[in-house]
C-alpha cells in the first residue's frame, strides 16, 4: 500500500498549481482522501478532504472557494486544485488515506493510516 503525492513546485503569488496522489495496492475510492500541509516550524494542517466513492468534501476555512478536491477513480489519481495562491499557502502538501468516515474524523490527521512522501509548494515572486 503506497500514496505517492506529486505535482508541487515554485508558483507566484496568485498562480494555480494542482497536486495530484496516486495510490498503488490499493483502490483509493474505498478510502476517504486528505490533503494536508505542514509549513516550516509548524504543525501538519488538515487542508482538504473527499468522503469514500466520490462523497462529501470538505476545506479548511482558509482554503475555500480557492482549493478544490476531486477524484479519477479510473486512474487511481485524486487532486488537490489550488487557485489564488499565497505566500502563506508554502508549505510541503501531504496525501492521505483512511478507511473512517465523517468530518470530524476525516479533517483530522491522527486519524489516517497511509500517508504519501509530500511535495513541496512554494508561493513566492
Known amino acids: 500500500v503506497q500514496l505517492q503525492a506529486f505535482g508541487g513546485g515554485l508558483v507566484q503569488p496568485g498562480g494555480s498549481l494542482r497536486l495530484s496522489c496516486a495510490a498503488s495496492?490499493?483502490?483509493?475510492?474505498?478510502?476517504?482522501i486528505g490533503w494536508f500541509r505542514q509549513g516550516p516550524g509548524k504543525e501538519r494542517d488538515f487542508v482538504a478532504a473527499?468522503?469514500?466513492?466520490?462523497?462529501?468534501?470538505y476545506y479548511a476555512n482558509s482554503m475555500k472557494g480557492r482549493f478544490s478536491i476531486s477524484r479519477d477513480s479510473s486512474k487511481n489519481m485524486v487532486y488537490l486544485q489550488m487557485n489564488s495562491l499565497k505566500p502563506e499557502d508554502t508549505a510541503v502538501y501531504f496525501c492521505?488515506?483512511?478507511?473512517?468516515?465523517?468530518?470530524?474524523?476525516?479533517?483530522?490527521?491522527?486519524?489516517?493510516?497511509?500517508w504519501g512522501q509530500g511535495t513541496l509548494v512554494t508561493v513566492s515572486s
Open positions: 492521505a488515506a483512511t478507511k473512517l468516515g465523517g468530518e470530524l474524523l476525516v479533517t483530522s490527521a491522527r486519524y489516517y493510516d497511509y
Open positions: 495496492g490499493f483502490t483509493l475510492d474505498d478510502y476517504a
Open positions: 473527499m468522503e469514500a466513492s466520490g462523497g462529501y468534501t
